[in-house]
């Protein structure tokens, strides 16, 4: 596609449930950074993948969060046993290298934990 | 750790004025420095960007600056208008970390 693009756009849960959001990237692009932001603040690294190397996972705040990606396609971020501090916007963003030139983001995935 | 710093948190400038952001960084190994510009509902999107071997860039209505020696730089919005109502963000990226640190934001508001 032309874009970044994620989904669902909005996902309700209730505490305690496990949820997989998705990101499709741009073709080509062979990194891709999944970022938090919560409300009114900056974007929180979470996990970075380039290409078939090992991804840098130092972001991720608990053993609760995990992601995937397969090659330079699809990834999709888990997060087991949501709690309410989970609460955020999920940004993915992909570029065509790990250079930070050209990173292009997703709309997000609004996460609510009730 | 922040490791790079934003101000102000928001700012309200009149249609025409000159809008101003600060950011401050510590790590000396980043060499890439983007400005990335959110609306609501929406992803952040790149706005202007600048590496440390340039003093100011500017693009349009858009200036960055750049005071290595400081660990600063800064946006500047020209003639603001009220269409650039939105958040913010500057950037650092290491080759080192391969990822970008963000700052927390400032959201912007013209008044017509």
């Known amino acids: 596609g032309a874009g970044v693009s994620q989904s669902p756009s909005n996902k309700v849960t209730e505490k305690g449930k496990d949820v997989e959001l998705r990101c499709d990237p741009i073709s080509g692009h062979t990194a891709l950074y999944w970022y938090r932001q919560r409300l009114g603040q900056g974007l929180e690294f979470l996990i970075y993948?380039?290409?078939?190397?090992?991804?840098?996972k130092s972001g991720l705040p608990s053993d609760r969060f995990s992601a995937e990606r397969t090659g330079e396609s699809v990834s999709t971020l888990t997060i087991q046993r949501t709690q309410q501090e989970d609460s955020a916007v999920y940004l993915c963003a992909s570029s065509f290298t790990g250079t930070g030139e050209g990173y292009t983001f997703g709309s997000g995935t609004r996460l609510t934990v009730v | 750790q922040q490791q790079v710093k934003q101000s102000p948190q928001s700012l309200i400038v009149q249609k025409g004025g000159i809008s101003i952001i600060n950011c401050a960084y510590e790590n000396t190994a980043f060499d890439y420095f983007p400005w990335y510009q959110q609306f609501p509902g929406k992803g952040p999107a790149l706005l202007i960007a600048i590496r440390p071997d340039v003093s100011e860039k500017k693009e349009g209505r858009f200036t960055i600056s750049f005071n290595k020696s400081a660990k600063q730089f800064s946006l500047h919005i020209m003639d603001s208008q009220p269409g650039d109502s939105a958040t913010y963000f500057c950037a650092a990226f290491s080759g080192s970390a391969r990822q970008l640190t963000f700052g927390s934001g400032t959201q912007l508001t013209v008044l017509p």
């Open positions: 993948f380039q290409g078939n190397s090992a991804p840098d």
